[in-house]
């Protein structure tokens, strides 16, 4: 069983950049989809981007597509979520999931085994 263990939430500021990674807890993604979900205050939680672990395509959610990228960083074997000009509206809880969805479902919550216990980024001046 792999568990997935978020890092590098934090407060920043409208504009600001910041990086979160995912990492493997427990096991390695190899053979598994990991993507990035977040949950808003008071909402249900909405995917952000995903990709299978080897090979595969990225998808991202179109809010993000023009400020958000992940990253598979081979050497610290983590899959990381760049943001930039973050703004007030990205004040959520994000989480990182694994699983094994087909392509058609990556945006499912319900399509993966394993989540994060979620790092908060919170947005504000």
């Known amino acids: 069983q792999v568990q997935p263990v978020e890092s590098g939430g934090g407060l920043v500021r409208p504009g600001d950049s910041l990086s979160l990674s995912c990492a493997a807890s427990?096991?390695?993604?190899?053979?598994?989809?990991i993507s990035w979900f977040r949950q808003l205050p008071g909402k249900e939680r909405e995917f952000v981007a995903g990709?299978?672990?080897?090979?595969?395509?990225?998808y991202v959610a179109d809010f993000a597509k023009e400020r958000f990228t992940i990253v598979k960083d081979n050497a610290k074997m983590t899959l990381d979520l760049q943001m930039r000009n973050l703004k007030p509206e990205d004040t959520a809880v994000y989480y990182c999931?694994?699983?094994?969805?087909?392509?058609?479902?990556?945006?499912?919550?319900?399509?993966?085994?394993?989540w994060g216990e979620g790092t908060q980024v919170t947005v504000a001046s």
């Open positions: 990709r299978r672990w080897t090979g595969g395509s990225t």
């Open positions: 427990g096991g390695t993604f190899s053979g598994y989809t």
């Open positions: 999931a694994v699983g094994r969805p087909i392509t058609s479902s990556m945006r499912n919550p319900e399509s993966y085994y394993y």
